[in-house]
C-alpha cells in the first residue's frame, strides 16, 4: 500500500492545504466591451529544514554569521539519512533555491563590507588632507600633535556633516594625545549611517520584488541567480550621445544673438501665405500677424498677389526675385544658335495643289513608291512625310499634304514648316480652288514657289492657259520674265522629273540652309495618330539639333522619353538630323499636328512644363465671355430656336480628326449646328460608346473601328455607328442627317385673294361671306389667312364654296360666290381673304 503512495504520478495532484501552488481567475477588459479570463497560478515557496535538525534561523542571522573579507561558500550540507526509495522532485528544487539564496546573501554581505571600507578609507584621506593644509598655514614651529588636537569647527573650510561628531569629544581626552608628540595620531574612523539591509524571507506568499522579477523572467538557472545584475537594462547608445552633447553645450558659451540670414525668394504671380513663408524660412504666424498690420486679414492658405509678397519680403529682410508663371514654359526665340555652329541641311519640300492634280502620283514618281494605290478613294487624306535620294547623292525631304478643301490646316501647316513649295498644276484643267488656297498659304509663310505642270502628256493639255492664269496671283514665271520657276512634268510618265530635282536644288543653294546638329533636338510634329500595339505615335520633322533614343523631351501638352525611331522606310535608327522625318515612339499622348517637341534636361522639367501648358490649355478652354444682359437674353434666344445636332467623332489621325471637325462645324446654319462632342485619333473605346449614348449622338469612325467592349456595350445601349474613309462621303452623309433632323421645307404658293363684300348667316352657328374674287382662284379645301386693315385675324382653310347654291370647285377672278370658312365666325365686310397652297420640299443644307 505505502509503496503504490511513493509511487510517481504524471497527473496533477488534487488541491490542498499543503500545496504552493494557488490557482485563481482574473478577468480582463478591453476597449470595445471584449473581455478575457486568464487562469493565474500563484506559488509559494515551501522551506524545509534538514532532517534530525530544527528549524533553520531567520536568513538575516546567517548573513550576518558570514566572514567579511570575502563571500564564503554555502557549508557543505550534513550528508543525510537514508532517503526513502523515491526521492521527491519538489524537496531537491527547494534544496537548490535554498543554496542560492545562501550564495547571493553572502556576496551581498561581501559587497557591503567592502563598500564601508572604501567610506572609510575616503574620509581618513580627507582628514589626512586637512592636516596638511593646517600645518602649512600656521607654519613648522607648531607641533603635529596640536595640529591634531585643533578642533575640527575652527577649521576655515567647513567640515562635512558626517565629521560633527569627531569635532565634538571633549577637550581632556586630547590633552594626553598632543604630550607625546613623537607618536603619530590614532586612526579615527567616521560614523557611518549603517546601510538597510535585505529583510529575512520567509515563506509567506508575498515575495520580495528580485524574487517576483526572477518568477516572472522564466526560468531560473544558477548562471542568472548568480549574475542578477548583469541583467539590468543599459542606456542606449544615442541616449548617451545625447547627454554628452548636452553636457557639451551647456559648458559653451554664448556668444549672442545669430546673425539673421538674407535669402533670396522667389516669388510667382500668386503665392500662398504659407508656401512664402517656407521660401522665407519665417514662421507662417509671422506673416499673418504682418499682414493684419497692413490691413488684410488673410489666412496661411489664402493666395496674395505678387505685389503684397514683395512689401513682406522686404518688410521680413530678404531680397526678392521676380517670376512669372509664363518663365516655366520653354521660349525658342531667345535659343539662337552661333553662325559657327551651324552645316548645311536638306531642304523641306511641301507639295501642294488642289485635288487629284498628281500630286501623290509625282511624289511616287520621284520616291519610286506607289503611296497613291493605297490612298482611299484614289485622294490623298494624310500629310506624309519623306525622304529620297537626288541622283547627285544629295537628300530632299519631301511634305505631302491633302489637296481636298476640308484640308485647309494641314496644308497651312505644311506651308509653315517648309522651305519650299511646289505648286502642282494639273495642265488640262487650270487652276481650282485649292491650288489658289495654297498659293495664299505659300504667301503667308514667306517661302518660294515652283509650278509643276502635271499631266503635259494628256490629250488637250495646255500648259501655256495655266502660266497665264498665275499671273492673276501675282506668280510671274521665268519664261515672262518673272523669278518663278516652273516645270513641265508628267508623273504617269516620269517626264521631267529630273528637271524638277534641278530646280530645287538650285532654290536650296540659293537659300543656304544651315542648321546647327550639335544641341538638343528641336522639332514639328507633322501628323500624330493612336497605334493600337505601339501607343501614341507621332511624326516629327527635325528642325535643329540631334534626336536621339532616350532623349527625354516635351512636345504640346505632352512629355515623355524617345524608346524608338522610325524612318519613313520602317527602319528603325538611333539618331535623326535636321530635316529628317521620322516617327517617334514615347510619347505620355497624343500631341496635337503642328506642336512643337523640344528635347530637355530630365523628366522633372519635361513634366513640370507639360502641366503648365496643359493648365493654359483648360483655362483657354473653359474661358468664358464677359457677361451682358443682353448677350444673355440672345443666348437664351439662339438657344430655343436653334437644334443642335450632337457627334462624337473618332480618327485615324490628328490632322484627319481635326480636318473633319472644321469640315462639319461648316455645315452649321441658323436653324441647326453641329455640336462635337468628343474628338480624338485611335480606335473607338467604351468611353466614346458611353458618351454617345448619354445624348443619343452617333459616333463617327474614319478609318478606324470600335474594340469588342464597345460594340457590345453600343449593341446593348443602341448606339449609332458610321463608317468612312473618304471625307466628301462623311460630309455629305452628315448634311443629310442634319437636313433630315429640320424635317422637309414647307413653302406657300398664293393662289388667289377676294374681298369680303357681305356677310350672311348659314345655320344655327356659322356664318357665310360673299366674296368678291380680286385676282387668281378659290378653290375649296385650301388653306386661307383672313387679314383685317392688313393684320391677319385668323388662319383658317376654306370648307364650303358655293356660286348661286351651287357647289362649285374653284371661282375664277372677277366673279362673286359664298365661302364658308373652319374653325372662325370673325368676319366683316371690308375683310380681306388670301388663299395659298403648301409644298413640302427635301430640305438641304
Known amino acids: 500500500m505505502s509503496d503504490e503512495q511513493d509511487k510517481p504520478t504524471l497527473t496533477r495532484k488534487p488541491l490542498g492545504l499543503k500545496r504552493t501552488v494557488e490557482a485563481g481567475q482574473v ?190 523572467s522564466g526560468k531560473l538557472t544558477v548562471t542568472r541567480a548568480l549574475n542578477d545584475d548583469e541583467g539590468a537594462r543599459a542606456r542606449s547608445l544615442a541616449a548617451l550621445k545625447r547627454a554628452r552633447e548636452k553636457e557639451k553645450r551647456s559648458h559653451q558659451v554664448s556668444s549672442g544673438p545669430r546673425e539673421k540670414q538674407v535669402r533670396e525668394v522667389v516669388v510667382p504671380d500668386s503665392i500662398t501665405v504659407q508656401d512664402l513663408a517656407n521660401r522665407m524660412a519665417e514662421k507662417g504666424a509671422d506673416l499673418v500677424k504682418a499682414l493684419f498690420k497692413m490691413g488684410m486679414p488673410v489666412t496661411v492658405n489664402q493666395t496674395i498677389d505678387q505685389d503684397t509678397a514683395e512689401l513682406l519680403v522686404t518688410e521680413f529682410g530678404h531680397e526678392i526675385k521676380r517670376v512669372s508663371e509664363a518663365d516655366i514654359d520653354i521660349r525658342h526665340d531667345e535659343d539662337v544658335d552661333a553662325p559657327e555652329a551651324l552645316k548645311p541641311r536638306a531642304p523641306v519640300v511641301t507639295i501642294m495643289g488642289h485635288v487629284d492634280h498628281g500630286k501623290t502620283s509625282l511624289l511616287d514618281a520621284l520616291r519610286g513608291a506607289n503611296v497613291q494605290a493605297g490612298e482611299a478613294g484614289g485622294i490623298t487624306q494624310h500629310i506624309g512625310a519623306y525622304q529620297v535620294k537626288t541622283p547627285d547623292g544629295s537628300l530632299v525631304t519631301f511634305l505631302d499634304t491633302p489637296g481636298h478643301e476640308a484640308f485647309t490646316e494641314m496644308r497651312q501647316r505644311g506651308a509653315n514648316v517648309t522651305d519650299i513649295v511646289i505648286l502642282v498644276v494639273a495642265a488640262d484643267d487650270g487652276l481650282k480652288p485649292q491650288s489658289i488656297e495654297a498659293i495664299n498659304h505659300a504667301k503667308a509663310a514667306g517661302v518660294p514657289i515652283i509650278v509643276a505642270i502635271n499631266k503635259v502628256d494628256k490629250e488637250g493639255a495646255n500648259p501655256q ?103 519613313d522606310q520602317g527602319r528603325q535608327v538611333k539618331q535623326a538630323g535636321p530635316s529628317m522625318p521620322v516617327e517617334v515612339l514615347g510619347l505620355g499622348g497624343v500631341p496635337m499636328a503642328g506642336d512643337t517637341l523640344t528635347v530637355v534636361e530630365n523628366e522633372a522639367r519635361a513634366r513640370e512644363v507639360a502641366a503648365y501648358r496643359q493648365e493654359q490649355a483648360l483655362r483657354k478652354r473653359t474661358a468664358q465671355a464677359p457677361v451682358s444682359l443682353e448677350g444673355m437674353f440672345s443666348a437664351l434666344a439662339d438657344k430655343a430656336k436653334v437644334i443642335e445636332y450632337p457627334v462624337v467623332i473618332k480618327g485615324d489621325v490628328q490632322g484627319s480628326v481635326e480636318a473633319i471637325v472644321n469640315a462639319l462645324n461648316r455645315l452649321s446654319t441658323d436653324e441647326i449646328r453641329v455640336r462635337v462632342l468628343q474628338s480624338g485619333a485611335g480606335a473607338i473605346t467604351e468611353s466614346d460608346v458611353t458618351l454617345a449614348a448619354a445624348s443619343g449622338a452617333p459616333i463617327i469612325g474614319f478609318n478606324v473601328r470600335p474594340n469588342a467592349k464597345a460594340r457590345e456595350i453600343a449593341n446593348r445601349e443602341k448606339v449609332r455607328f458610321m463608317y468612312y474613309d473618304v471625307i466628301y462621303h462623311l460630309t455629305e452623309e452628315v448634311a443629310k442627317e442634319m437636313a433630315g433632323e429640320l424635317g422637309p421645307e414647307r413653302i406657300e404658293n398664293v393662289v388667289g385673294r377676294a374681298e369680303v363684300k357681305e356677310v ?86
Do not use: W, Y
Open 27 to 216: 478577468q480582463q477588459q478591453f476597449s470595445h466591451g471584449r473581455r478575457n479570463t486568464v487562469v493565474v497560478e500563484v506559488k509559494r515557496r515551501r522551506v524545509l529544514g534538514r532532517p534530525g535538525e530544527a528549524a533553520p534561523a531567520p536568513e538575516i542571522e546567517e548573513v550576518q554569521a558570514a566572514p567579511a573579507p570575502a563571500p564564503a561558500p554555502a557549508p557543505a550540507p550534513t550528508p543525510p539519512p537514508a532517503a526513502p526509495k523515491v526521492d521527491s522532485l519538489m524537496s531537491r528544487q527547494e534544496r537548490q533555491a535554498q543554496l542560492l539564496r545562501e550564495a547571493e546573501e553572502a556576496r551581498m554581505a561581501s559587497l557591503e563590507e567592502n563598500r564601508r571600507r572604501d567610506e572609510a578609507a575616503r574620509a581618513r584621506a580627507a582628514e589626512e588632507e586637512k592636516a596638511r593644509a593646517n600645518e602649512a598655514r600656521e607654519g613648522k614651529a607648531v607641533k603635529a600633535a596640536e595640529a591634531v588636537s585643533a578642533p575640527a569647527p575652527e577649521v576655515a573650510t567647513p567640515a562635512p556633516a558626517v565629521e560633527a561628531p569627531a569635532a565634538a569629544e571633549p577637550q581632556g581626552e586630547a590633552a594626553p594625545r598632543s604630550t607625546t608628540s613623537a607618536a603619530p595620531a590614532p586612526r579615527r574612523f567616521t560614523p557611518v549611517e549603517a546601510p538597510k539591509r535585505p529583510e529575512p524571507k520567509r515563506p509567506e506568499p508575498k515575495a520580495t520584488r528580485g524574487a517576483d522579477n526572477r518568477r516572472q
Open 465 to 567: 492657259r495655266v502660266r497665264e492664269r498665275l499671273l492673276e496671283h501675282e506668280l510671274v514665271v521665268e519664261e515672262m520674265g518673272g523669278d518663278v520657276q516652273n516645270v513641265e512634268v508628267s508623273a504617269l510618265k516620269k517626264t521631267g522629273l529630273d528637271k524638277l530635282l534641278d530646280a530645287i536644288a538650285v532654290q536650296a543653294e540659293i537659300m543656304e540652309l544651315k542648321a546647327n546638329p550639335d544641341r538638343a533636338a528641336e522639332g514639328t510634329v507633322v501628323e500624330a495618330k493612336l497605334d493600337k500595339g505601339r501607343g501614341p505615335v507621332a511624326t516629327i520633322l527635325v528642325r535643329r539639333g540631334t534626336l536621339k533614343v532616350g532623349d527625354i523631351f516635351v512636345c504640346g501638352a505632352e512629355s515623355g522619353r524617345v524608346r524608338a525611331l522610325v524612318d
Open 760 to 845: 350672311f348667316p348659314a345655320g344655327k352657328r356659322d356664318k357665310a361671306a360673299g366674296l368678291l374674287v380680286l385676282e387668281g382662284v378659290i378653290r375649296k379645301g385650301l388653306h386661307a389667312r383672313l387679314t383685317r386693315e392688313d393684320v391677319i385675324v385668323s388662319a383658317t382653310t376654306i370648307a364650303s364654296l358655293r356660286r348661286f347654291k351651287d357647289d362649285v370647285a374653284e371661282v375664277r377672278a372677277g366673279l362673286e360666290c359664298g365661302v364658308v370658312l373652319a374653325d372662325t365666325n370673325d368676319i366683316k365686310p371690308g375683310d380681306h381673304l388670301e388663299v395659298f397652297e403648301v409644298e413640302l420640299r427635301e430640305r438641304t443644307l
